[in-house]
């Protein structure tokens, strides 16, 4: 059904990948799942992800593992290049689910966008 390979980032525990999963299923829509825990972050992923969203999007300040981060590394994420470094150093800061699609980034849940990726 997709025009393009769908790829979703994530953690498979995490309720937010398990919903996109589930709608992804529920819709017809063929994609590869990547796990954080098991694969890593890939670097070339993550830079994608930087030129297409902010990175105050990508980093996930509210949770648990953000917040466990020492406060002089929290205090020094401020641009892409630091918050590149803290992402791929601690693959659970990423806001989940990333799903890509071609040059096509959504992060967290969002139906609606989810839909346009798949046209």
């Given at each position: 059904?997709?025009?393009?390979?769908?790829?979703?980032?994530?953690?498979?525990?995490?309720?937010?990948?398990?919903?996109?999963?589930?709608?992804?299923?529920?819709?017809?829509?063929?994609?590869?799942?990547?796990?954080?825990?098991?694969?890593?972050?890939?670097?070339?992923?993550?830079?994608?992800?930087?030129?297409?969203?902010?990175?105050?999007?990508?980093?996930?300040?509210?949770?648990t593992?953000?917040?466990k981060?020492?406060?002089?590394?929290?205090?020094?994420?401020?641009?892409?290049?630091?918050?590149?470094?803290?992402?791929?150093?601690h693959?659970?800061?990423?806001?989940?689910?990333?799903?890509?699609?071609?040059?096509?980034?959504?992060?967290?849940?969002?139906?609606?966008?989810?839909a346009?990726?798949?046209?």
């Amino acid at each position: 059904m997709s025009k393009a390979t769908i790829t979703v980032y994530g953690i498979p525990n995490c309720d937010s990948v398990k919903k996109a999963r589930v709608w992804l299923t529920d819709h017809g829509v063929d994609y590869v799942f990547h796990d954080f825990k098991k694969q890593g972050v890939p670097p070339a992923a993550v830079d994608l992800w930087l030129q297409h969203v902010s990175w105050d999007v990508l980093v996930n300040r509210k949770g648990t593992t953000w917040r466990k981060l020492d406060p002089a590394l929290q205090a020094s994420v401020v641009d892409n290049a630091s918050a590149r470094a803290v992402m791929l150093a601690h693959a659970s800061v990423i806001k989940r689910p990333v799903v890509v699609q071609g040059q096509t980034v959504v992060v967290g849940v969002n139906p609606e966008a989810w839909a346009r990726v798949i046209g």
